[in-house]
């Protein structure tokens, strides 16, 4: 395969238009502002720009003012930015927090089955009773994993790996290898059943970090290398001409999204020079999407299992949204990364 050609100048000044216009939003605790700050953690990494990491760090201590807000498995992704924030500063009160976090989803979080963590967000009016949706691969299973690996704490990282394994199992389809946005498990079904870009991407690019983490010689590792090998598979060959995937995977007729794209291209990095072709295409096709001012488009908003595929077809993708800019980022400082090994 043909190693990625691409400006690094050009993703550098991309990288930073994209911070500049997340950080003129406006977050909560919650996980839009925690998976747009772990795309600018992402971008911080790969450029050193201090100034990436001081916004960062005073959005987390003004937030932290009142103590720790309520604890959600999705608000659980802004456990991401105070690793990173610890790592950086060796403040032990990042890391204190990030604890507390982690204990909570381990010890009181609600859950069902082999301790599959039960889909809860901000808001008394959403409740999913032993719901499984694909997104807390990343908000939480990952976060575990990373906590557990700093602190060496093998009850975080045994649980965190839970999450990947019960979600395989129930998320996960054996004839396309894709996976399903939700698991209903009082009902016993998948809901709507669909394919969605996003849930797939949260999947694809949460088992790609975890094989930077987990031990070749652990079970867990070839399990989930596997999922991920054939998800991909699948995925590469879902692809739409412009390089991005459809917010319906196998439905071409629905639009095309960015975040999904975003994150199941970052993921396919993971496997050197094997998908090229196909990172080459998103390369320019991510690019395209990212106005002059850093706004990330053609993201659709925050979405439920929805009823039915036209729901998912109905799914406005007019407003810049913090996962969009989080994912974009994601991607493009996985491709600089990227230089280091192709």
Do not use: C
């Not at 990173?84 to 032990?92: F, H, I």
């Not at 698991?183 to 709507?192: R, T």
């Not at 039915?308 to 969009?324: E, I, S």
């Amino acid at each position: 395969m043909p190693s990625l050609v691409f400006d690094e100048k050009e993703i550098k000044q991309v990288i930073d238009r994209i911070v500049e216009r997340t950080l003129n939003m406006d977050f909560s605790w919650d996980w839009p502002g925690g998976v747009a700050f772990y795309g600018i953690t992402e971008a911080f990494e790969v450029t050193g720009e201090e100034k990436y990491i001081t916004a960062i760090k005073e959005w987390i201590d003004q937030e932290l003012e009142d103590g720790l807000p309520k604890l959600t498995v999705n608000a659980s992704s802004i456990g991401h930015i105070l690793l990173t924030l610890y790592k950086v500063t060796d403040d032990n009160k990042y890391l204190e927090i990030a604890t507390q976090m982690a204990d909570y989803l381990v010890k009181d979080a609600e859950r069902f089955d082999d301790d599959v963590l039960q889909h809860t967000v901000n808001g008394d009016k959403y409740n999913f009773p032993e719901q499984a949706w694909v997104d807390t691969m990343f908000m939480a299973g990952y976060f575990l994993l990373r906590i557990g690996r700093l602190l060496d704490r093998e009850d975080y990282f045994e649980f965190g790996l839970k999450q990947y394994h019960g979600h395989e199992k129930f998320l996960q389809n054996d004839d396309t290898n894709l996976y399903y946005h939700g698991w209903d498990n009082i009902a016993g079904n998948n809901m709507s059943s669909i394919f969605w870009a996003r849930g797939n991407s949260w999947a694809a690019i949460t088992m790609a970090r975890a094989l930077e983490l987990v031990e070749v010689q652990h079970p867990s590792y070839m399990v989930i290398d596997g999922s991920l090998r054939d998800q991909q598979s699948a995925l590469v060959r879902l692809q739409a001409e412009n390089g991005l995937w459809h917010t319906i995977l196998t439905d071409p007729t629905s639009p095309v999204e960015v975040s999904g794209s975003a994150g199941i291209a970052a993921s396919l990095l993971v496997r050197g020079k094997l998908y090229n072709k196909y990172i080459q295409k998103s390369i320019h096709g991510m690019l395209e999407q990212v106005k002059e001012d850093g706004s990330v488009m053609r993201v659709s908003a925050g979405t439920a299992v929805m009823n039915d595929a036209q729901g998912y077809k109905d799914v406005p993708d007019k407003r810049v949204q913090g996962w969009g800019q989080g994912l974009a980022l994601v991607f493009f400082a996985s491709l600089l990364k990227s230089r280091n090994i192709n």
